[in-house]
Nanobody, 123 residues
Framework: VQLQASGGGLVQAGGSLRLSCAAA????????MGWFRQAPEKERELVAA????????YYAHSVKGRFTISRDNAKNTMYLQMNSLEPEDTAVYYC?????????????????WGRGTLVTVSS
């Protein structure tokens, strides 16, 4: 199973980036998906998640109001629009496919993981 995350890069504080995650159709169309991130010397954390239909979403408190998660099931792709980026957002961002169709917040609830894309926000 392959998940391909892209869109990371270097951006100044206050800037924007859009991450994409392309997945194999049979692995994601009926499953919730999520974006996690891991900063140096920190644990991996859930940033945002979306149910299989795209009708429900979850955001970590630290990104609420700045990030928007979405998905296009016809393209088997999930997105994370990140605005007003802060240096604290610097991390490797991973996309993942959940075991269920509904949102799950625990990393153990995800069965497939992408390799990650690095986001660096300079001050």
């Amino acid at each position: 199973v392959q998940l391909q995350a892209s869109g990371g890069g270097l951006v100044q504080a206050g800037g924007s980036l859009r991450l994409s995650c392309a997945a194999a159709a049979r692995t994601s169309s009926n499953n919730a998906m999520g974006w996690f991130r891991q900063a140096p010397e920190k644990e991996r954390e859930l940033v945002a998640a979306i149910n299989w239909r795209g009708s429900d979403s979850y955001y970590a408190h630290s990104v609420k109001g700045r990030f928007t998660i979405s998905r296009d099931n016809a393209k088997n792709t999930m997105y994370l629009q990140m605005n007003s980026l802060e240096p604290e957002d610097t991390a490797v961002y991973y996309c993942a496919v959940a075991r269920s169709s509904g949102i799950t917040r625990s990393s153990t609830g995800y069965q497939y993981w992408g390799r990650g894309t690095l986001v660096t926000v300079s001050s």
